[in-house]
Structures are given as structure tokens and as C-alpha cells.
């Protein structure tokens, strides 16, 4: 078995969802190469010795830049706020190092093409961790709509809906909340939540051309836990937006943080010619099909537990119709990315998949400012 040793920086949300998906991966696929963790780093060692602790790093560093430069480590795990994506990355690269990065990829389109350049001229493997493609329910919708089951696709509409901003008490900056400060996120729920939503809807229904938005900040001002002083907020509370894909269909997305009840309702309807398909997050192993084609009388919404060896990824885990869950999309991304090493076909998204979204991203914030359509750039 070929190991291959992974340095993961930072230790928050990310940082435990991936050492878990590394720690996991080998138990349940099979394959020919194994992460091993090797070394853990943020800035803090009183942080970092506990974390590279319970999930069994054999090291820490608390600066990336001797991490990154370290001939052990074969792979750098970017699990750090969008600002720092990269500087780490382009040096990462510079020192031959594969690099599995955090959504989204970059602060903007055009920082995303340096990296996209940066990782290409090294040719070191790379990946960005959009992970809800490969809840096997999506994956399974993926198959459907590849197989041509729905026809031709009219309509897509997407919605990630939280609450957790609503306070207006609730400070910007820093630790666990760094996702409320522009400088450190780029932008709001549209880099932080819709890039989840447009990663799955170009891997679904194709490229999105162009697109009609609105944003908007409802607490304008917050106290920045690294000046202690209150600040303008800088980022997108809630965003909407029109689409046109490239096939023709029209699309809705919908994002935010003032959804009082939700916390995390990602959904995703597609209705086609002959049949539609909706997704929930909240039930994710769930896939609700239509298909006009059955016959009258019985035609209805099925609910598909999508728990079945047959269905994507499951045969991997438990029996039929026991279920899995949020984490196991990061060890099915793993384990993809590591099989992609071994048969020469990488795996998806890369960061030159992932600079797509980037584009939309920045072509829904131009239009949320010009109040007018505008064209998604093109990954040339
Ligand atoms: C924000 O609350 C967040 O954690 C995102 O950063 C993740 O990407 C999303 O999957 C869940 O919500």
C-alpha cells in the first residue's frame, strides 16, 4: 500500500470534517494508496497539539510556510479562511506538493485563475472539496440526469437557507466567524453558500451563462473581534438570483442567513421533459423522482432511499437501507481523489473546475451592484 502523507492546515470545522474523511477512508474503499497524517498546522500550538491529538497527526507546525516546504509532506489539505486559499496554495504548488483545497476556491475569478495556473504549471494533482456532489442521493441524481431519464431540462431552482447571523450582537472577524468579515471571506452567503449550490448545478445541468441578482446586508455594522471596534459589514446577508444555463434552462438560487428556522436547508429541484428530481439536505439520503412516463394511475413523487448497494458509494458502507450521513461525502471525495491518483483520470472538482463557479460568483455580485444581467466569464 502506497501512503501518502497529508499536512493539514488549519484545525476548525473543515480541518476535523476532512482528518475524519482521511482517518476512515481505507476501512471502507479499496485502494492502493493511504493518507497518512503526518503533520497538523495553525498559528496557535496551543491549539493545534490538541487537535493533532485526538485525530493522531504525528507532528505540528505552526507555520504553513515550513509545512509547505517540508520533503515529508506529500500533500497540503487547505482548511484555512478564503483569504490565505492562495498564497498557500501557489506556494504549495511551487514546492511540488498536491493540494486538496476548501470551497470555495479563491476570494475571486481572477485569483482563482493564478491558482488554477500556479497548480497546472507545477502539474501536482489538485482538488477543491465541494463535497455535496458525492452525497450519494446527488450522485444518484447525477446518473439519472446522464442517463437522459429526465429529457430535456427546463428549470433548475437551488436554495441554501441558515439563521445563524440574525443577531446582530453576534461580532465579524476572527475565529468561527471570520465567514461575517469581507476581507477574510470575500464575500457572504454567495462564496460561502451559493458556491455549494452552483458547483452542483454545473455538474448537473452544465454551464450557467448568465445571470440577474440582488444582495443584501441587513445588520450593516458589527463589532470586529480583531479591532474590538464596530465595522462596516462588508459581506452579502442574503443573495438571489435568475439564471440562464447554456442548455436553455432557466434557474433560481437563493441564499441566506436570515432564514429564521433553517439551518442548513440546501435543496435543489430540476424539472425536465419527462421527469423532475428534488433533493433536501435535511434528509439527504433522499431523492425524490417523478417520471411521467409511469403509467397513470400510479404516476406519483417517488421516494427513493437511496441506501442500496447499487446506488452510488453505498455498497461500500452498511446493508441496504441503513443510512449514512454528512460526513461520509468528504471520505467519498477522498477516496475518489485517491483512486484518480492511481488510474490517471483526476478527480473532480479541480481547480480548474472549481474557477467555473468562481466566475458566477463574481458575475452575480457585478450584477447585484450594476442591477443588471451579466455574462459568466469563461474557464479558457
Ligand atoms: C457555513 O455555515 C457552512 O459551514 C459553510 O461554510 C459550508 O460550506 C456548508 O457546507 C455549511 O455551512
Known amino acids: 500500500m502506497k501512503k501518502l502523507n497529508v499536512g493539514l492546515i488549519g484545525y476548525g470545522f473543515m480541518g476535523r470534517a476532512h482528518s475524519n474523511a482521511y482517518r476512515k477512508v481505507n476501512n471502507f474503499f479499496d485502494l492502493e494508496c493511504q493518507p497518512v497524517l503526518k503533520a497538523a498546522c495553525a498559528r496557535s500550538e496551543d491549539k493545534v497539539r490538541p487537535f493533532a ?45 498536491m493540494i486538496l483545497c476548501e470551497k470555495p476556491l479563491s476570494m475571486d475569478g481572477p485569483e482563482g485563475k493564478r491558482m488554477v495556473a500556479a497548480v497546472e504549471k507545477a502539474g501536482v494533482a489538485n482538488m477543491v472539496w465541494y463535497n455535496y456532489r458525492r452525497v450519494p442521493a446527488v450522485t444518484f441524481a447525477k446518473q439519472l440526469i446522464d442517463e437522459g431519464r429526465l429529457g430535456r431540462i427546463y428549470h433548475y431552482r437551488a436554495k441554501f437557507l441558515q439563521d445563524w447571523t440574525i443577531n446582530p450582537d453576534l461580532p465579524q472577524g476572527g475565529t468561527g466567524l471570520w465567514r461575517l468579515d469581507v476581507k477574510a471571506a470575500g464575500s457572504g452567503v454567495t462564496g460561502d453558500l451559493l458556491a455549494h449550490c452552483i458547483d452542483t448545478a454545473i455538474w448537473l445541468n452544465g454551464g450557467i451563462d448568465k445571470v440577474n441578482a440582488m444582495t443584501e446586508t441587513f445588520v450593516k455594522e458589527r463589532k470586529h473581534n480583531l479591532t474590538g471596534k464596530v465595522e462596516k459589514v462588508g459581506i452579502d446577508d442574503a443573495c438571489a438570483f435568475l439564471a440562464r444555463f447554456g442548455n436553455g434552462s432557466l434557474a433560481t438560487f437563493e441564499s441566506t442567513r436570515y432564514a429564521r428556522g433553517h439551518k442548513a436547508l440546501y435543496t435543489f429541484e430540476i424539472n425536465g421533459e419527462h421527469a423532475s428530481i428534488f433533493w433536501d439536505l435535511h434528509d439527504l439520503h433522499r431523492l425524490q423522482y417523478f417520471d411521467h412516463r409511469d403509467q397513470g394511475p400510479v404516476r406519483g413523487w417517488r421516494s427513493i432511499h437511496v441506501t442500496d448497494g447499487e446506488h452510488p458509494y453505498m455498497g461500500k458502507w452498511w446493508v441496504p437501507g441503513l443510512q449514512i450521513g454528512y460526513e461520509h461525502s468528504f471520505v467519498h471525495q477522498v477516496a475518489d481523489f485517491l483512486q484518480g491518483l492511481t488510474n490517471g483520470k483526476p478527480a473532480s472538482p479541480t481547480f480548474r473546475d472549481a474557477l467555473e463557479t468562481q466566475y458566477v460568483c463574481d458575475a452575480v455580485l457585478k450584477s447585484a451592484k450594476s442591477g443588471k444581467w451579466e455574462k459568466v466569464a469563461k474557464v479558457k
Open 53 to 97: 491529538a485526538k485525530w493522531g497527526y504525528e507532528s505540528v507546525e505552526t507555520d504553513w510556510r515550513k509545512l509547505v516546504q517540508r520533503e515529508d509532506i506529500e500533500l497540503i489539505d487547505i482548511c484555512t479562511p478564503n483569504n490565505t486559499h492562495a498564497e498557500i496554495a501557489t506556494a504549495a504548488a511551487k514546492a511540488g506538493k
